[in-house]
């Protein structure tokens, strides 16, 4: 079937969508919703089946749903309407929820259904519920779809049936945090439904800020309002009944950034005292296994975290066990550097430097270690610094679902390091290693297990992976091989430093890496700024865009 993926950015389902259509055979192409002449024209170039939209802000042109099948991916139960199901379903505490396939109408939410799902919900942030529970449940509608009209059968209900009802957007005055009337737990939840986008309002030593990234903080009493402590980036806050952790703020202008609650705060916060409060890696040892679980908001790693990580599986590998894993968090396993600190800092040139050699030397530290395995867990979606980052283990497991972006150049044809060009070609070998790079498109487990990205397949449900994960790493630390295949892992390495040594291919990647920062062509800044920032795009890439490939366009 031809089927056009029509969204406001290729945002994680619709990367999902477009690993597993084009898995079940399907020809697929996307087109951003940039104008509503694009939208014709991509239809016309394109001729499709069907047309697929997971996330958009506005209504697909009349005259497009009108000749072609389109199916719109509402996160909300069957009657939901309007553009904050799921922020609204975490306000409201509600206990089931779930995702409905809307063929398009002049009503937004309002035509004919073709399927549904529903799933219990988490106490999680949106941004969490979105890429499991809602991207789960929105491929599988999505598939029981295509199977309808593979059967030559119609939409399965018709519009506005179901226990939903019509609700309008959240507002900033339904997102505001105030300490003195709210308890801890339900300003979580405000947090939690605002997270990613727009942010939860709320003003911290006369400052008004968007409050990102929080979660309980237990035993840390204070009057509300008050700012009670401080641990790395994150800063304690009472409220009217407990305490939470603020991990992240933003000022509430329209080009300001994300960051870290304690460097964006200051020297408002710079005296609070230092206690006890959420940490980046934590390790526990179980049935012969060293796990050390790190979790960096959004997957993006600062040089300062790169540095923590670094140190926490040093102090791991002091431990005597032969089977180290690495499990990252299931939201992100690592997006790599951390493009919003970088871009904030008074050289974005000087700090990716730093950024890049502390993850290289994060990186380099997992090579080196030959006297036990090292698995990595990718049990969250990975950017290329992250794909790289898994391949310096010796084996990667992948939970189903995961998403893997393992190239670099969207972000201005950065070339990239991580030691990536002694890692890949080592494991894919030198063609699919040129394949993975030049390829820009979203990769999924199937791919990643053909060519060798990945080592073993995780469920798909996170508990399920977790406990897999700790059956099969106990299971190899007790197997009666395992102390030669780290002394043919000693011997391979030494093999692979003798005949180039580490230091060359990274000196070799940086001295590209270092045009990226501080050449004439500034493509890696312009783009850093346009992603961090969310500049609209004015085209779809030729890499997505299939059917634009040959076209001669010059846009509307």
Known sequence: MRILLLCHNFNS??????????????????????HDDFTREAVVLFSPDLVIAPF????????????????????????D????????????????????????????????????????????????????EVTQAAVACVFEAIGRMERREGAALPANWGRGCERPACR?????LDPTRHSAEEALRIIRASDGDPGATMTIAGQTFLVFNAERAEGVPGPAGALIGRSRHALAMAF?????????????????????????????????????????????????????EFRFHNGAMSSEDCDTLRKAITRAKARSLPVLVLRGDADRWSNGIHLGIIEGADSAADESWRNINAMNDLV???????????????????????????????????????????????????????????????????????????????????????LGLATRRLPGNVESADWELLRAAAELAASPDLARRIAAKRA?????????????????????MRRNFYGFDPSYHVARYNFIHKTPKSRTPVTLAVHRANADHDGP
């Open 364 to 450: 380099r530290e997992i090579i080196e270690t030959d006297d036990r395995l090292v698995i990595a867990a990718v049990l969250g979606n990975a950017g290329a610094g992250g794909v790289f980052l898994s391949l310096a283990a010796d084996e990667v497991w992948m939970r189903e679902g995961v998403i893997l972006n393992p190239h670099y150049k969207d972000m201005g044809n950065l070339y990239g390091s991580e030691y990536w060009t002694y890692l890949l070609p080592a494991r894919v070998g030198e063609d699919r290693a040129r394949r993975v790079t030049q390829a820009r498109l979203p990769m999924g487990v199937d791919e990643a297990l053909e």
């Open 56 to 79: 958009l802000k506005r209504p697909i042109p009349a005259d497009v749903w009108r000749g072609t099948l389109c199916l719109i991916v509402h996160p909300g139960i069957r009657g």
């Open 240 to 292: 009217r009944e407990g305490a939470l952790w603020i991990g992240h703020l933003r000022r509430p202008d329209s080009r300001s950034l994300k960051l870290p609650a304690l460097r964006l705060l200051g020297a408002e916060a710079s005296d609070l005292p230092i206690i006890e409060g959420p940490e980046p890696c934590r390790y526990r040892e179980e049935n012969g296994v060293g796990l050390l």
């Open 492 to 512: 391979r390495r030494a093999r692979d430093e003798a005949e180039k040594p580490l230091a060359a291919y990274r000196e070799e990647e940086l001295r590209r």
């Open 172 to 176: 900033r005055c339904d997102r505001i």
């Open 81 to 132: 309407r309007g553009p904050s199901a799921l922020d609204w379903a975490i306000l409201d505490g509600e206990a089931t929820w779930g995702v409905t396939l809307i063929e398009a109408r002049e009503e937004m939410d309002a035509g004919p259904v073709w399927a549904w799902a529903e799933f219990p919900m988490r106490p999680a942030r949106k941004s969490s519920l979105y890429r499991h």
């Open 13 to 34: 389902l619709s990367q999902r969508l477009h690993v597993d259509l084009r898995r079940a055979g399907h020809e697929v192409t996307v087109e951003l919703d940039i």
